[in-house]
């Protein structure tokens, strides 16, 4: 059996990370900081979702199991890494700006600005 190498890449790369930015940052967010996480993945998953259609449909790339295997597993013609890949790349950039930013607040901007 190949090991798909794509798939693990993208979890690699981007959904441990992001879970593990996720487990530090949990209980150092107030509620407004989570409502904004959720609503920009409900903005950009979608976008991705339709990118990814655009993007084979306009046959900008193909999928060849010679240089790398696929799961098998497909949703509506394209397979299931490309969504690891284009829903994960969300996540994770977002939870690494939650991160810059927590990070930022704590270390680098600590005392109050008076003018």
Known sequence: MKVPRYFLTDI?????PAVIIYLFLRKKTNSLQKKAFWINLLIWC???????YL???ADIWNFSEEFDPLLG???FGAP???FAFW???PVFYTMLYMLFD???RKYWHRRKYAR
């Open 46 to 52: 979608p976008v991705t979702f339709a990118a990814e």
């Open 102 to 104: 927590y990070l930022d």
């Open 55 to 57: 993007y084979l449909w």
């Open 80 to 82: 299931i890494e490309e």
């Open 87 to 89: 829903f994960g790349a």
């Open 12 to 16: 690699l790369i981007f959904w441990l």
């Open 73 to 75: 597993i497909s949703i």
